[in-house]
């Protein structure tokens, strides 16, 4: 197909790059991190949405390619900001879930830590719910490693996938991101409203940090600080931006 062809030429000749969206601590709105969004600028094309080659990329061997360069653009962008004196906390990376079925993946982080120079603490790996279907030990072992390491474990889309509550329960994770369609219509006190309330009771009480994704007015952001949410992410408070712009909104010391 066209665009595999493509997929492969663009990881030879550049064409992808991250944008980065700031995470933000509810309580005091306080910048707490960036997650990591990847971008294709076709030579003809355009811009082209992950939406349209992620999945594509999935389905073949490609996504390891795109994984790989993920991971280091990311570790290195940390290194870079640190060298800067950019104090950013927290790297959410998106991988794809079968990249965690495989233990290559324990050795490939530490080693772009070691050879970067940055922290374990600072990296949040995001696997979609509904990857995260099928207890696999492996997958499981895999995750409790990464956490040894002091990796962060996130939940992406959470609520779009069928996890049972007792599965949610023994999740080797950290982090649960409510995903965008709850947080839609949560400012008009009706069965949105209560929808998310109890997802975000049910991982407060189990102990996840939680992140309600897709908040896009100041309505919405009130409620989520009446219901003391942990984290937000969204167009309202910041859209996904270049490295140079996202920065500003860190501290810097030097
Ligand atoms: O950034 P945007 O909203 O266009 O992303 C669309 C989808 O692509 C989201 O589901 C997001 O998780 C996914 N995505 C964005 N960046 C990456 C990435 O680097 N790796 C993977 N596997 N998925 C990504
Ligand atoms: O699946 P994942 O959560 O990784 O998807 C991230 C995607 O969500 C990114 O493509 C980003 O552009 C998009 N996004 C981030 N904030 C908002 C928002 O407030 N509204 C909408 N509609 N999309 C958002
Ligand atoms: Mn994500
Ligand atoms: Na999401």
Known sequence: MQIESDIMLALR????YLDYQVQWRVS?????GVEALIRWKHPTK??????????????????EGINDWVLTESIRQLAQWQKQGVDCPSMSIN???????????IEQISNLLKRYEVSAERLCLEITEHTFLDSDPSLNENLQQLRSMGIRISI?????GYSSLSRLRNLPV??????????NGIENEGDALSVFESMLKLCTSLSFTVVAEGVETQEQLNV????????????????PKSPELVIAHFETNN
């Open 28 to 32: 005091d709105l306080s910048a707490i």
């Open 13 to 16: 000749e550049r064409q992808f």
């Open 174 to 183: 950290d982090e649960i991101k409510i995903d965008r369609s709850f947080v």
């Open 46 to 63: 355009g811009l082209i949405s992950p939406d349209k080659f992620i999945p594509i990329a999935e389905s073949s061997w490609l996504i």
């Open 224 to 239: 989520l600080k009446h219901l003391n949410c942990d984290m937000v992410q969204g167009f309202y408070l910041a859209r």
């Open 95 to 105: 991988l794809s879930a079968m990249r965690f079925r495989n233990s290559a993946l």
């Open 156 to 160: 992406d889309d959470f609520g779009t």
